[in-house]
């Protein structure tokens, strides 16, 4: 194991406390794995067909073909690929419930669910095209949702999905078009990949990696009709200032985890908590009920409720080591099996909450939108009473939180930078970058991955571009490592942007009231919200009527690991941002897709992949990608 495998401060105590307690982490089973399989790290393993497993010798002494005769290339472009349909299909399956949930409620009404922000669906009908006049609140809602489900459902591949097609500029729309890459219906698209990917298919890799692209775009169409649809029904973020580590919880308080992506669970059993509080009084709990959020779950609570972030992806089950988490409620996407194992050593309830993602070991509470009252105060009920079990010597909450100021919508910036130019509210941001004030923007997204120190290139990278006057927007664990790490207050703003910068987050700060600057990385919410920083960006675009690829925006993630991670930067790429990857991709062995996602892209989307494990050497090759831009630009 490394010296230290994590720069967040509460591993410092937990991590030796697992070590004692002999529970093993993360990096203990990473320890175990070594080494990894070489064939496997390259990516020259095939699986697809009962003839294999073949592999490919890298070092071209052995076999250079797979017994059907696919090359390293293929190999790695259909793996590839599969990974961005698998991808998408987790985003768009989060996008598909919101959108049935939203149906549901418009036809009949649901007892949990409203539409918060009206605000919200009207500027979606909006966009969308669709008429409001005369029409009510229930019906538009209605609208809205069959709408989106089209894009499940379309079937004339000349038309584009429309949530792509009515977010993105034109000049994209037309790039991706004229390369064959719209995607018009997810459903299709996916299930495309992997009937190309089926033994005896497409043996083409280049083909191969462009019909990813139209599946990472896929993935895009899912994630911003979820995020959309999602800010409607449950609140559009605005700026709040709440807490963030796993001092967050409370040794007075029934402590709940949720856990997972989807808002449908996690703000029912918000609302339920608050209902239920006074039985956790009555059980001995004197501060109630003290909800905390994990991984990209607990970005959406955060922005939308001001709820404490506990922790991300990585220290999720050295979390319950902590004694005081009383349950942990999940959903879909990056929950760790190990969770039930590692909650059963103390009296923690694990819950699980969807029919198709069930963990062997825990406790399943099955949730709809039906009946979701009834099951959140099960849920917030067996909480209570496994706070009652809890043995208080067993209780190691670390004194680790720090103040995080986040809810940055694309709604929430533009009415800050509104306070500063009313008329042309895009015109202070603007000025600043072809001023040079702001070099660019950068956005942070992804995952933690064992493979790299937990949080430290996120912080490495980042204070070298705030140095240098680059603009920081973060999402999903990310996003949590910022908060965890004191990068969302004020006086980190002061410490880290360089002057030009500072002076333009002061000025928008002040001006929207929080008495000094914004905090120097804005954070815009969990994974499917990286869809809000491309809304920013095709503003930007369309305010100076040039491409997405033009601007001097970049993307980084510098510790990824899910394939919604390979699915989303792919569509960064597709989109035109130079996009930083910090872990080496499992693409190595096959030098053809490498050329093609890591020069070819550039000339073919304005886009490519920057893979760099090194974060000092991430953060050079990002400023130099944002000042290329800006040179194209003549700025
Ligand atoms: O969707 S950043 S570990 S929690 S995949 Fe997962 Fe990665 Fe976290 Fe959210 Ni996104
Ligand atoms: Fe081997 Fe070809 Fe089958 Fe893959 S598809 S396992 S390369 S025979």
């Not at 190595?588 to 897709?593: D, L, S």
């Amino acid at each position: 194991m490394p010296q230290k495998v994590s720069i967040d401060k509460s591993m410092d105590l937990l991590v030796p406390l697992a070590k004692k307690e002999g529970i093993e982490t993360p990096w203990d089973r990473y320890e175990k794995m070594q080494p990894q399989c070489g064939f496997g790290e390259l990516g020259v393993c095939c699986r697809i067909c009962w003839k294999g497993p073949c592999r490919i010798d890298p070092f071209g002494k052995g076999p250079d073909r797979g017994i059907c005769g696919a090359t390293a290339d293929v190999i790695v472009a259909r793996n590839f690929i599969r990974m961005q349909a698998a991808g998408a299909a987790a985003h768009s399956e989060h996008g598909r419930h919101i959108a049935l949930a939203m149906e549901h409620l418009g036809k009949h009404g649901l007892e949990a669910y409203s539409i918060k922000d009206e605000t919200k669906l009207m500027s979606i009908a909006k966009t969308l095209g669709l008429e409001t006049d005369g029409r009510s609140t229930q019906e538009i809602a209605l609208e809205v949702a069959l709408t989106s489900l089209q894009d499940y459902m379309n079937q004339d591949s000349s038309t584009g999905c429309i949530w792509l097609t009515k977010t993105l500029p034109a000049k994209r729309l037309e790039k991706l078009k004229s390369l064959g890459v719209m995607p018009h219906n997810i459903d299709a698209i996916i299930t495309n990949i992997m009937g190309r990917t089926h033994v005896g298919c497409e043996a083409d890799h280049v083909n191969l990696l462009m019909g990813g692209m139209r599946g990472a775009l896929a993935d895009y169409t899912g994630m911003v009709l979820a995020t959309e649809l999602s800010d409607a029904m449950f609140g559009t973020p605005q700026p709040v200032v709440t807490k963030a580590n796993l001092g967050v919880l409370k040794e007075n308080a029934v402590n709940i985890a949720l856990h997972g992506h989807n808002p449908l669970l996690s703000e029912v059993i918000c609302d339920m908590a608050i209902k239920l509080n006074d039985e956790a009084i009555a059980a001995g709990a004197p501060e109630g009920i003290n909800v905390v959020g994990v991984c990209c779950t607990g970005n959406e609570i955060m922005l939308r409720r001001g709820i404490p972030l506990a922790t991300n992806y990585l220290s999720q089950d050295i979390a319950l080591l902590t004694g005081a988490i009383d349950s942990m409620v999940v959903d879909v996407q990056c929950i760790m099996p190990s969770i039930a194992s590692v909650g059963s050593c103390f009296h923690t309830e694990i819950i699980t909450t969807v029919p198709d993602n069930k963990i062997t070991g825990a406790r399943h509470v099955e949730f709809s939108e039906e009946d979701a009252l009834e099951k959140a105060k099960e849920i917030v009920q067996l909480s209570i009473e496994a706070f009652k079990r809890r043995d208080p010597a067993r209780v190691n909450i670390p004194n680790v939180k720090e103040t995080a100021i986040v809810g940055f919508s694309k709604e929430s910036i533009v009415a800050a930078l509104s306070k500063v130019n009313a008329e042309d509210p895009l015109k202070p941001l603007i000025d600043a970058i072809v001023s040079g004030d702001i070099k660019g923007v950068a956005l942070f997204a992804g995952c933690n991955n064992t493979r790299v120190k937990h949080d430290d290139s996120f912080m490495t990278i980042v204070k070298e571009l705030l140095a240098k006057n680059v603009l920081v927007l973060a999402t999903g664990c990310g996003a949590g490592a910022f908060a965890k790490n004191g990068m969302m207050t004020q006086e980190a703003a002061r410490k880290y942007c360089g002057e030009s910068l500072l002076g333009v987050l002061t000025a928008v700060g002040t001006a929207a009231g929080l008495k000094g600057p914004l905090p120097p990385v804005l954070h815009m919410g969990s994974c499917v919200d990286n869809s809000r920083a491309v809304q920013v960006a095709s503003a930007l675009a369309n305010a100076l009527d040039v491409d997405l690829s033009d601007l001097p925006v970049v993307a980084s993630a510098p510790e990824m690991m899910s394939e919604k991670a390979v699915s989303i930067g792919s569509w960064a790429v597709a989109l035109g941002f130079p996009t930083h990857i910090g872990i080496v991709p499992q693409i190595t062995g096959a030098p053809g897709v490498v050329k093609v996602l890591t020069e070819d892209a550039k000339k073919l989307f304005g886009g490519y992949f920057i893979p760099e494990p090194d974060p000092m050497a991430a953060a050079g090759k990002l400023y130099e990608a944002i000042m290329e831009k800006r040179q194209g630009l003549g700025i």
